[in-house]
């Protein structure tokens, strides 16, 4: 089992920034690879980015390339999501995931074992 902590959300003007934190806990944080998503109200989930297991390897969603960046600290159990320029439609619950696929750039939701359980964005225009 993995247990997945987010925080870091709020309310943030257009062209603001925010990072987001996920904590890990339970198994081996460093032997999975690590997702970001968000969801809003009446739409699916959306895949926004993921990093793989050493942190070398990242991939984003075109909706947030050049203005979102994943990292993680393997030593602090620990995934980031730095969010710049950050846009009225960022608008979302955000959620973190754990992956032990093989797939190398795990982007749907069914590829992820375990979630956290939530933090809301919300950019005001």
């Known amino acids: 089992q993995v247990q997945l902590v987010e925080s870091g959300g709020g309310l943030v003007q257009a062209g603001g920034s925010l990072r987001l934190s996920c904590a890990a806990s339970?198994?081996?944080?460093?032997?999975?690879?690590m997702g970001w998503f968000r969801q809003t109200p009446g739409k699916e989930r959306e895949f926004v980015a993921v990093i793989r297991e050493a942190g070398g390897r990242t991939y984003y969603a075109d909706s947030v390339k050049g203005r979102f960046t994943i990292s993680r600290d393997n030593a602090k159990d620990t995934v980031y999501l730095q969010m710049n320029n950050l846009k009225p439609e960022d608008t979302a619950v955000y959620y973190c995931a754990a992956s032990a696929t093989t797939t190398y750039y795990p982007t749907l939701g069914y590829d992820y074992a375990y979630w956290g359980q939530g933090t809301q964005v919300t950019v005001s225009s």
């Open positions: 339970g198994r081996t944080f460093s032997s999975y690879a």
